[in-house]
Structure formats: C-alpha cells, structure tokens
C-alpha cells in the first residue's frame, strides 16, 4: 500500500494512469506523445508504476504494451473510504457535479408573448424577408429547410455607406416545421466557421383559440454580457412584430431606440 501512497503523490504518474484508463494497453511512444518529458524520464515513472502493481505489462513481439491495473486501487478504496464514510461522500460528489455543471452552462434567456393572430402568420412573420424587414429592420433570407443556411441581412438607412445587403447574423436552420417550431444557430459573419461561439435560437409557436402564443429560447449564449444584450433585444422586435400583426403596421417609433433608463 505505501508504494501505491507513493506512486499516486507525483502529478505524472496520475496522468499516465488517466491515459491508460481513457486507452489501454499504450506503448511508451503512445503515452508519451502528449507528456512533455524525455522518454527516459517517462519509462522511470512507468517502473514506479509497476513496482505498486498499478500498471502491468505484455509484450507483443517487440512492443510492451501497458495496461492499468485498477486491483490496488479498488483495495485502496475499501479499507480508507467504503468502510467510513462512502454514503456521505456519494452525496457530496453528487453536490460536487451538479454545482460545476451549473457554473459551467452558458446563459439562456426565454421570452413569451401572445399575438392575436394565427401561427401561419407567425411563422410567416418570422421567416418572410418582407415582413421581417418591415418590423426588424433587416430580412431573414432563407429557404427554411433544415440544414440550410440562413442571413439576417440589414435593409436600413442608418447612414453607414454600404451596409444595406450586409448579413448581422448567420446561421444553419437545425429544425424547420412549419408553423409550429423553428430553431436556428446564430453567430456573427466572422465567427461562422466557430461552432462553439453559437448561440441557438428555438421559436415554438401555440395556438389557443383566436390567439397564438409564441415561445422565443435563445441558448448557449457566450457570456452574461451577451444574455443582456438579447434580453434588450428580444422584447422590442417582439413587441414590434405583435403590433404588425395585429394592427397591420410596426409601432411608430423604434422600440429598440427607446433608452433603458
């Protein structure tokens, strides 16, 4: 047991064994390919590794292979922690996780309004590039099909030369059933070919009687900054496609422009 105590105290050690529980049965070349350390200094750790039983080796013709021994480990485990306190430590792992998982997700914010109106309508309202330019400011250029791509390109005068036809947003149409959901990826043009820099955004659409009741989830946005700025965002377009529908024009001024304060 003290050689296992010694051979678990050096930080290369722990790693060389994480190898080989990710892949066992590993050459010396394999595993030090992403140690940053002479071979020679390797094969040493490897041999106080075998010396506490917790890696062993084959031989396949002029190949050692490595292999992790979990037996000392296991026995480690039921005489200094099984027999004391394993229920309360289970649960404090479980505590562990679910805390990390929590701090590690990345900001959503969901918005719901009600239109009197129906969910063709909607749908339309959302993915006609008309329509959108009418109460956005830019159109929503797609066929709709899932795996295609999509643009949020502006149609403004907003005085910056060349803007008009330029795309704010991209994206890929992940689900497209109309006129019920729609869910797309966003990102900004020169973030595209960054996958994990894009957010998603899912539009489900409920009917209720004479009215429809949509439901806007954008996800797995970059940072709390990000989750501000849609939170901004979402309402006033929003705001401005419900009075399009239901009065038949956007509100007079843009609610986007309004200040926060």
Known sequence: MDKVFKALADETRRRLLDRLHENNGQTLGELCERIEMARQSVT???AVLEAANLVSTVRRGREKLHYLNPVPLHEMQERWIDKFERPRLSALGAVKRRAEEAMTDKPTYVYVTYIESTPEKVWDALTDADLTAAYWGHSNVSDWRTGSRWQHVRTDDSGIADVVGIADVVGTVVESERPTRLVTTWASPDEEDQPERHSRVTFDIRPHADIVRLTVTHEDLNDEGERADVATGWPAVLSNLKSLLETG?????????????
């Open 44 to 46: 040493q750790h490897l």
């Open 249 to 261: 024009s956007p509100l007079p001024q843009e609610p986007w422009q309004v200040p926060a304060s």
